[in-house]
T-cell receptor, first 113, second 114 residues
Framework: GDSVTQMEGPVTLSEEAFLTINCTYT??????LFWYVQYPGEGLQLLLK?????DKGSNKGFEATYRKETTSFHLEKGSVQVSDSAVYFC????????????FGTGTSLTVIP | DGGITQSPKYLFRKEGQNVTLSCEQN?????MYWYRQDPGQGLRLIYY???????QKGDIAEGYSVSREKKESFPLTVTSAQKNPTAFYLC?????????????FGPGTRLTVT
């Protein structure tokens, strides 16, 4: 079945450091891929998405490229800020499995000044 | 402002009581979803609805019930049959239930059952 695997946390970085959060997926069809962010005590907010292979999603300095050959959708940011501290979820939606969303377990990021 | 509202933000109940969590959206979205979030486990789908008066079970529907009488509303009832109901519950909606359409989430309700 479909699934998403993302790197275990927690991740702690200094301000202005480079961020990578790895995400790989398994899907029966051709999924759309998403990154969501969750701040403490809140719901999830869409950060970026990509709907086909080689698409790059980007928002607020974050980027992720849909790599079909490696079934990956890694999240990157060149210079993190304290305000980026949150939990990040990778997710996929696949028409072959009824368009349900499958979420990774989340990666907690803490950025220290 | 368009969005999804969930109420209340915190809910406390005694074991053996049913409790209903509210979810309302004014985005004119057709599809609505309920998820449960536990620490370290990501989100798990409880129920979803793609159209009024129709809904389907997700991965962990046992002990929960829903209704979809209006497009804007998708309340979730946590029944006494749910063995471990304490969790953070998230409601979401999407324009249609298709892969390229993202889901929009409400702020969540934290339910504590003692």
């Amino acid at each position: 079945g479909d699934s998403v695997t993302q790197m275990e946390g927690p991740v702690t970085l200094s301000e202005e450091a480079f961020l990578t959060i790895n995400c790989t997926y398994t899907a029966t069809g051709y999924p759309s891929l998403f990154w969501y962010v969750q701040y403490p005590g809140e719901g999830l907010q869409l950060l970026l998405k990509a709907t086909k292979a080689d698409d790059k999603g980007s928002n607020k300095g974050f980027e992720a490229t849909y790599r079909k050959e490696t079934t990956s959708f890694h999240l990157e940011k060149g210079s993190v800020q304290v305000s980026d501290s949150a939990v990040y979820f990778c997710a996929l939606s696949d028409q072959d499995t009824g368009n349900q969303f499958y979420f990774g377990t989340g990666t907690s990021l803490t950025v220290i000044p | 402002d368009g969005g999804i509202t969930q109420s209340p933000k915190y809910l406390f109940r005694k074991e053996g009581q049913n409790v209903t969590l509210s979810c309302e959206q004014n985005l004119n979205h057709d599809a609505m979803y309920w998820y449960r979030q536990d620490p370290g486990q990501g989100l798990r789908l409880i129920y979803y609805s793609q159209i009024v008066n129709d809904f389907q079970k997700g991965d962990i529907a046992e002990g929960y019930s829903v209704s979809r009488e209006k497009k804007e509303s998708f309340p979730l009832t946590v029944t006494s049959a749910q063995k471990n109901p304490t969790a953070f519950y998230l409601c979401a909606s999407s324009l249609v239930s298709l892969p390229r359409y993202e889901q929009y989430f409400g702020p969540g309700t934290r339910l504590t059952v003692t």
